[in-house]
């Protein structure tokens, strides 16, 4: 089946840094979406991407959907402590949305 | 704002019994899923649901597992015989994506199950 790779799988980063993390696949897909999920809750949409080569910004996140359309990244610009998650894409293909493995973020105050 | 909302936040089970988990989707949404997450894992695809049938599903979704649609509102997934590695929490989505729309998926708090 189809399969997202996210990288890196963990991120330890002082408050004030930017963070970038990507999600590739050898799939094609149409939409990608990145979330963010706190521990016992629900993933949160972030950002969703629709056309290829399309860049888009959501305060201090912006995530761009990949010209090929088999890749996708997600920027955090000057990070602060309540950034710390676990961040998901996701990308679908017709109705199926199927999810990367996740980031683990830690920022040091 | 239109949210998914989830029954119940937590269930505690032996094996072999069966367990019904409840999702209302968001109003105008037409497209429903459950998604699993094992502690620390990824979150899987189980099954999608379209126009009262099952729309497409994973291999995880096999025969224990079931997906219904009994009223205007739920949603439910029914997992028949549960196991000890049923433990996971589960989460409803529903999206948009039908009728011209480009389809993002927002999810619920999730239902966590726990099996002993």
């Known amino acids: 089946g189809q399969q997202l790779n996210q990288s890196p799988q963990s991120m330890f980063i002082q408050e004030g840094e930017d963070v970038s993390m990507n999600c590739t696949s050898s799939?094609?897909?149409?939409?990608w979406l990145w979330y963010k999920q706190d521990p016992g809750e629900g993933p949160v949409l972030l950002i969703a991407?629709?056309?290829?080569?399309e860049l888009t910004s959501n305060g201090r996140l912006t995530a761009q959907f990949g010209i090929t359309r088999k890749d996708s990244f997600l920027n955090i610009s000057a990070s602060i402590p309540s950034d710390v998650g676990i961040y998901f894409c996701?990308?679908?293909?017709?109705?199926?949305?199927?999810f990367g493995s996740g980031t683990r973020l830690s920022v040091k105050p | 704002e239109p949210e998914v909302t989830q029954t119940p936040s937590h269930q505690v089970t032996q094996m072999g019994q069966e367990v019904i988990l409840r999702c209302v989707p968001i109003?105008?949404?037409?497209?429903f899923y459950w998604y699993r997450q094992i502690l620390g894992q990824k979150v899987e695809f189980l099954v999608s649901?379209?126009?009262?049938?099952?729309?497409?599903k994973s291999e995880i979704f096999d025969d224990q597992f079931s997906v219904e649609r009994p009223d205007g509102s739920n949603f439910t997934l029914k997992i028949r015989s549960t196991k000890l590695e049923d433990s996971a929490m589960y989460f409803c989505?529903?999206?948009?994506?039908?009728?011209?729309?480009?389809?993002?998926?927002?999810f619920g708090e999730g239902s966590r199950l726990t099996v002993l």
């Open positions: 649901f379209y126009n009262n049938e099952i729309s497409e």
């Open positions: 991407l629709y056309k290829a080569g």
């Open positions: 799939s094609i897909f149409n939409t």
């Open positions: 989505a529903s999206s948009d994506l039908a009728g011209g729309h480009t389809g993002e998926l927002f």
């Open positions: 996701a990308g679908r293909i017709g109705s199926t949305f199927i």
């Open positions: 109003s105008n949404h037409l497209y």
